[in-house]
């Protein structure tokens, strides 16, 4: 009986579909006398974007074997030798959680009229705090104007002066990403950084706002966040 109902529907959606675009009225006999198959055409050639399943098709491919999408890159590199393509590269990598390779790559891009290009450098920080090079980190959060263009990289270098021992200056950087209703992740962080620097009572600040701001959500939204929640929740009653 379900299946029966879904036939129906997705029937005279595209029926509806077909109308309102005035596709061609064979169409509608297609739709009506092969109903699965039928409808599975129509969405297909007709609803979704063939650029869209071009995507999809990309996607899928990269999923299964993700060294493809690298290969086909390496080779556009070699048959053009470009600050892009040495990027589109670069990325690969970064997104097959490859950091070793993506800073090679990152790093020959910056090289001659690119050397100060800040998007660039930007991912090399993301790079760079990934393998735990935080010199790296901090020397290239130097170089870029993070106040203007590059917020979320706060957090990298907050860590980052932690580690190299420049507490308060580390502390300067990290506040600017406890703004309320986002960066929740960032700022459950932020509360173990005062809590490693002896900081308890403004840990508890931030896990407070966190946990009332969570509750404050609607039920879906708070759902979508309910590990965090717990471990907000988690982490206040520990201190």
């Not at 701001?213 to 982490?235: C, G, I, V, W």
Request: aromatic content about 16%; hydrophobic content about 35%.
């Amino acid at each position: 009986m379900l299946y029966y109902y879904f036939i129906i529907g997705l029937q005279a959606y595209c029926i509806y579909h077909a109308y309102k675009n005035k596709n061609n009225y064979y169409w509608f006999f297609i739709i009506l006398f092969i109903p699965l198959l039928g409808c599975l055409v129509y969405l297909i050639t007709q609803v979704i974007n063939k650029r869209d399943v071009s995507t999809i098709s990309n996607e899928i491919t990269n999923i299964v074997n993700p060294t493809k999408k690298i290969k086909d890159l390496q080779k556009e590199l070699a048959f053009s030798n470009t600050f892009q393509n040495k990027i589109n590269l670069a990325d690969a990598y970064l997104q097959n959680k490859d950091f070793e390779n993506a800073i090679l790559n990152y790093e020959k891009a910056l090289q001659g009229n690119f050397k100060d290009e800040p998007y660039t450098l930007n991912k090399l920080i993301t790079c760079y705090f990934e393998i735990k090079n935080f010199d790296k980190v901090i020397s290239y959060s130097e170089k870029i104007n993070l106040e203007r263009d590059f917020k979320d990289t706060f957090y990298f270098y907050g860590l980052a002066l932690e580690q190299k021992g420049f507490v308060e200056k580390a502390e300067n950087q990290l506040i600017k990403i406890d703004k309320r209703y986002s960066n929740y992740e960032q700022r459950i962080e932020f509360s173990n950084f005062y809590i490693r620097n002896n900081k308890e009572e403004k840990a508890k600040e931030i896990l407070l706002e966190i946990i009332d701001e969570l509750k404050s959500m609607s039920k879906e939204n708070f759902r979508k966040h309910s590990l965090l929640y717990t471990d907000a929740q988690k982490k206040l009653n520990e201190i």
